[in-house]
């Protein structure tokens, strides 16, 4: 249950083609993240398999059943939307119950199940209050328990974290894994965090401009980007990306090596340049360097960096890190 | 401002505020102090504010003497019914463009205005052609008809605005939650919308009832609102000026009591928008 | 959201109104059309023939049509002038704290309740009556001559019982804008060193300018068709003195019967309010997006 197709589908908007071609087969029960930039199409993907969008052409099916031109109703499926979307003129009770209600499910029934759910997610003390009076965190859980009651295929969420402030989202993000652990349902997840994709993924789609770039675990993209777009996109900061003289003595058109791989030391190694701005945090350190004849690089090291603004230091990258890439973009 | 008004400048706006306020209020207060009056008090040199005979004949008199009853339920009814079936028909209308809207969307609403800026007489004379031919000529439905024509516009327009300020998302949650589109709009869409479309009752009712033109040429006796009755106090029978009053203070007031009310409302209804 | 499904719901749902303005619309002005090429007398019914262009000959060679259009102007002109002058000021009053600052504003928002029919009775009778009305009294007092209003002053006075009726909308609507206006552009004036002479001009009238054209435009519509107040009070008299161009119509189809006429003369109104409406179209579209 839970496995859900998507052949050759389409999305045009009037003359614009928003996506225009994507295969992709979600395994049941996997947590899958789409992942990429504004305007990659993401979310229109998510709407199109929710049904609140048609496609243009293509199809898709759920658990084998061809649900392309079923409304959203019948698909089976419950959505996490990024505003939360809950009825303002209702309590969080009956909010929770509101999809059992449509079902046409008994009140004994629909009582226990709000209350499982409520239980499940911390909100059974505020199931009389309306979403006015929560907060935002307390409103994402209601979210979440409206689409946890129907027992759905699978879960859909829109960047449901996005309106959250940052500790928030860290507890948040734990609390959704968990969820998924317990529930063992499919989780489409939508997302232009990549931080919030790695740490929370079994599989992550990283699309751009209404393409699939790639397709695979965190580590698999991290480790093994496909092209320049992915390398770039995954990892927080920034691949550093070389291009010119240097890159073409190691016979490549761009060199890429992660801000965690380069070392770097007050007397020797492979590039010397000087510290433009450090960023102190404590538990890091990020150098942002400007590199002698190679332009800017950011450096990442654990703990703290002795290193200060107009200091000159040598960078070199650790071994076997250093990515090459043709003029396609992709790796040689 | 965080400044606090000094008071001195308090009192002058306040004088001159309420000045002005009593000034602009005048006609409405001596309409209603005159319909206590007797005829010839209302008439009398010098004009007397408040220290006369009061007396509540003229409220008597006329319900006695010209049947005002009946005019006011022509004025409820007119109202009621153009209102009732202009929500009827609007508010799918206003559903449809605000939540699927489409290329000739923005055209539709245009259009709809311009039928509310037809002048009236452009239409006067098919109208009471066609009202004479169809036995329609001074009946109460005739006019709910015309009133409910006109008006529509402004009904569709208001419900427009107010439904575009539903997040849809909520509506979008409620489809993924199984309810089909009957569902949704009466679990979820109207209960969301009351104070808009109460706001759009309340501007219409005050249209309807006010409306001075069809109102005026299309009724004689049986069909004929208070506007038209007050109209007929213009012919010089004599001086009726109490009894004048009695009639307008009673047809004027249940309205200046919505409008009060609903002083927002109008903004929006009358400016299609355009000013919130 | 847009989605099959939904589109024909939509469609569906909009036919209605749809139909029925169009309905409104097309019908009874195709008839005026047809109605204006015709000779058409409703005490002479049955003898109908086509006239052409000779009812519109007839109407705008008329010299009452003439004083029609001009009175119709001078209206709308002398109510636009007042009603904006005086709302813009009193915006600015009630945009200030006072002490029954709500109570006051009621009483200025009230004529715009009341129905046409009461306020030009009243206005006649009460106020404007040469002998027992109110101004004649105030005439007396201070020792001159009472001005018989309506003999001598018809248009004025019409004017003047419409601009009380539309000065609250104004008021209102003016009054809406400018509190709008966050003070924080204000304050930022203010430490711009602008005196209040010069944030009226250069921040508040700019912030209003929209306001300002909606209300005019909307009032020229409503405006151009002023119909009960000259009907129940001077009855477009003296003569065509007070007399415009709805009542000019109203007068040649119900008074004289002349069908054609006034059909010619309804098709001319009907032209004049499209020109006005067609500007107003362009501003309120723009607040659709």
């Known amino acids: 249950m839970g496995n859900i197709r998507l052949e050759n589908v389409q999305k045009a908007f009037g003359d614009t083609i928003v996506i225009p071609d994507i295969n992709l087969e979600i395994e049941e029960g996997e947590f899958i993240v789409f992942v990429g930039p504004s305007g990659c199409g993401k979310s229109t993907l998510l709407r199109l398999i929710a049904g609140l969008e048609d496609v243009t052409s293509g199809r898709i099916a759920i658990d084998g059943r061809d649900v392309t031109s079923q409304p959203p109703a019948s698909r089976r499926l419950a959505m996490v939307f990024q505003t939360y979307a809950l009825y303002p003129h209702m309590s969080v009770y009956r909010n929770i119950a509101f999809p059992l209600k449509m079902a046409g499910m008994d009140k004994e029934s629909i009582d226990r199940r709000v209350k499982e759910a409520a239980a499940t997610l911390n909100l059974t003390q505020y199931l009389d209050r309306r979403p006015g009076q929560l907060s935002g965190g307390q409103r994402q859980r209601v979210a979440i328990g409206r689409a946890i009651v129907r027992e759905p295929a699978a879960f859909l969420f829109d960047e449901p974290l996005s309106n959250l402030d940052a500790a928030l989202r860290v507890a948040m993000r734990l609390e959704i894994s968990e969820l998924h652990h317990q529930l063992k349902t499919t989780m489409i997840y939508v997302t232009h965090d990549q931080v919030e994709a790695m740490t929370m993924a079994d599989r992550i789609v990283v699309l751009n401009r209404g393409r699939i770039e790639q397709v695979g675990s965190p580590l698999e993209l991290y480790h093994n980007p496909k092209n320049l777009f992915v390398a770039g996109f995954i990892g927080s900061p920034k691949m550093n990306f070389i291009t010119g003289a240097e890159a073409e003595k190691h016979s490549a058109h761009t060199l890429g090596v992660r801000p965690e791989h380069l070392h770097c030391t007050a007397d020797t190694g492979t590039w010397q340049g000087t510290v433009h701005v450090p960023e102190h945090l404590g538990s890091d350190t990020f150098l942002h360097v400007e590199v002698d004849g190679i332009g800017p690089l950011t450096v990442r090291t654990d703990g703290e960096m002795p290193f200060n603004y107009g200091d000159r230091i040598w960078l070199t990258p650790q071994e076997g890190k250093l990515q090459k890439f043709d003029t396609n973009g992709e790796p040689l | 401002m965080a400044r606090s008004v000094p008071s001195s400048r308090k009192l002058v706006f306040s004088l001159i505020g309420w000045g002005i306020g009593f000034l602009i209020f005048f006609p409405i207060l001596w309409t209603f102090l005159t319909s206590f009056k007797t005829e010839g008090e209302a008439i009398a040199n010098p004009p007397n504010l408040l220290f006369f005979h009061w007396t509540l004949t003229n409220y008597i008199d006329v319900q006695a003497r010209s049947n005002y009853l009946l005019h006011m339920m022509n004025s409820i009814i007119i109202s009621f019914g153009s209102t009732g079936i202009g929500l009827l028909v609007g508010i799918p209308a206003a559903w449809a463009m605000a939540f699927v809207p489409g290329k000739r969307t923005k055209f539709i609403l245009t259009w709809m205005l311009s039928t509310k800026m037809l002048p009236s007489v452009g239409v006067l004379v098919p109208i009471y052609l066609l009202f004479r031919d169809w036995g329609l000529l001074d009946t109460r439905f005739g006019l709910t008809v015309i009133m409910m024509l006109i008006n529509l516009p402004i009904i569709v327009w208001m419900l427009y605005t107010y439904f575009r300020e539903i997040p849809v998302d909520i509506l979008e949650a409620a489809r993924m939650d199984g309810a089909s589109l009957g569902k949704e709009i009466l679990f979820i869409l109207t209960p969301m919308a009351i104070p808009g479309i109460a706001s759009t009752i309340l501007l219409n009712l005050i249209l309807a009832w006010n409306e001075a033109f069809w109102t005026l040429n299309l009724t004689a006796a049986k069909a004929a609102p208070l506007t038209a009755f007050i109209a007929s106090f213009s012919s010089p029978e004599g001086l009726f000026w109490a009894k004048l009053s009695a009639a307008s203070t009673l047809a004027i007031a249940p309205i200046l009591v919505l409008g009060w009310f609903s002083q927002k409302q109008l903004v929006r209804g009358l400016t299609f928008g355009a000013v919130k | ?289």
Do not use: C
């Open chain 3, 1 to 289: 959201m847009a989605t099959v499904h939904t589109r024909s719901v939509a469609r569906f749902m909009l036919t209605p109104s749809v139909l029925m303005l169009l309905a409104w619309m097309i019908v009874p002005l195709a008839m005026t059309l047809y109605f204006s090429f015709l000779r058409y007398n409703l005490l002479m019914p049955g003898m109908e023939h086509w006239a052409g262009m000779l009812n519109y000959k007839f109407f705008l060679t008329d010299p009452a049509f003439g004083e029609a259009l001009l009175n119709t102007l001078l209206l709308v002109g002398g109510v636009l002038i007042i009603t904006m002058v005086g709302g813009i000021l009193l915006a600015l009053l009630f945009n200030q704290e006072f002490w029954g600052r709500g109570i006051a504003r009621l009483m200025v928002i009230a004529p715009f309740f009341v129905m046409p029919t009461v306020s030009a009775l009243v206005w006649k009778n009460m106020f404007m009556n040469p002998v027992y009305g109110l101004f004649a009294w105030i005439a007396r007092s201070l020792g001159l001559q009472p001005i018989d209003w309506f003999a001598h002053l018809p248009l004025t006075s019409v004017t003047l019982i419409v601009s009380w009726e539309w000065l609250p909308f104004a008021t209102l609507i003016l009054l809406t804008a400018l509190q709008s206006l966050d003070s924080e552009q204000m304050e930022a004036a203010e430490m711009d060193g602008a005196g209040p002479l010069s944030r009226f001009i250069y921040i508040t009238l700019p912030h209003m300018s929209r306001a300002i054209s909606v209300v005019i435009l909307i009032e020229t519509i409503f405006l151009l068709s002023v119909f009960a107040e000259i009907l129940v009070t001077t009855n477009g008299g003296p003569g065509t003195q007070s007399t415009n161009l709805p009542y000019l119509v109203y007068a040649q189809a119900l008074l004289q019967f002349d069908v054609g006429g006034a059909s010619a003369g309804g098709i001319v109104a009907v032209i004049l309010a499209n020109i006005v409406a067609f500007f107003l179209i362009r501003i309120i579209g723009k607040s659709l997006d």
